[in-house]
Every structure is written in structure tokens, then in C-alpha cells.
């Protein structure tokens, strides 16, 4: 239960960092949008709006944004969704799957909460860039989902083969005491 309130305060903290950086921070290049709006005099903010999704469609957007910003916000969303995700599965593991005395798994909660942040990370991205295919979200959601089933299948593999080879020292030493 430790792990999970810990995780819920980093939730919380990274929150605020959050909110802090969408309320003080400029997302847009402020000189590069004015000589960008003067040049193709676009007056209205409507005008602005669409001239805006266009280039977002020509996966263009970066000239007009302040990339420090944003990657800042990135990668604060990133540590947020991880913590966020991290928390979720670490108080859901411990009241529905694992018994009283028994703590969470914070290595797979982890893991997930990592994967999900990257998906999560790479769907924002993808929707940014104008890429938004339903073949490259399906194929970002399939490679995330393939490495989780691969991972979690071996590690219950190794685990399977450790506990069969500690059975098998067992029953060696049992035969060896009784010859």
C-alpha cells in the first residue's frame, strides 16, 4: 500500500508541474506567427484556424510552435500518464488480485505504465504530425500490445523453469539420501 500512496503523490506532484507549465508557458512561436499570419494575411482567427489545420495536416505544425515548450509538456504528460497509470494498477492489484499481507507487483505495474505512456506519447505525436492512419495507430497499439504478451509470457516461462529445476534438485537430493 506504501508503493501506491508514494505513486499517487508523484501523480499529484507531476499534476501540478503539469498545470503549472499549461498556464505559464507559450506553445506558440509568437514572432513566427505573426510573419506567418501577415505573409498569408489571415486576419480572422477562424482564417488562422483553418491556414492552422492545414498545416497540421502537411505535418508542418513544428514550424509554428515554441518546440522547447512543448517537449517540455511532453514529457511532463509522459511522466504524468506513466505515474497515473502506475498508481491505477498498483491500487487495483493490491485490492483485487493480491491477498491482505501480499504487496503489489510494482515491476509490472511499472512496465504497463511505461508502455502506456509510450503509446500515449506516440498517439499525441502521430495526431500532431497529421499521420493520423488508422494503419500507424493500429500498428503502434499492436507492437505495444505484442511486447507486453511477449513479456509477460516469458517471464511466467522463466519463472515455470525455476520452479522445475528447483523440483528437480529436490527430488536428486531426496533419491541420493535414500540409496
Known sequence: ????????IITVFLFGVFSYFLANLEVFNRPV?????????LLTAEEFYSSFQELRRAGLIFQLINVQSVYAMTITIFFLS???F???HLFTD???FKKFYEQPDLG???RRGLFFALLLVALLYIRVMGLWDFIIVG?????IIVVELFVTYSSQLYTQQKESNTTDEQNEKHTTAHS
Request: no cysteine.
Open 1 to 8: 500500500m506504501r508503493q501506491t500512496i508514494i505513486s499517487l
Open 33 to 41: 506567427v505573426d510573419s506567418y499570419r501577415v505573409e498569408y494575411n
Open 82 to 84: 506513466m505515474s497515473f
Open 86 to 88: 502506475t498508481t491505477i
Open 94 to 96: 493490491k485490492f483485487f
Open 108 to 110: 509490472v505495474a511499472l
Open 139 to 143: 500498428a503502434t497499439i499492436s507492437t
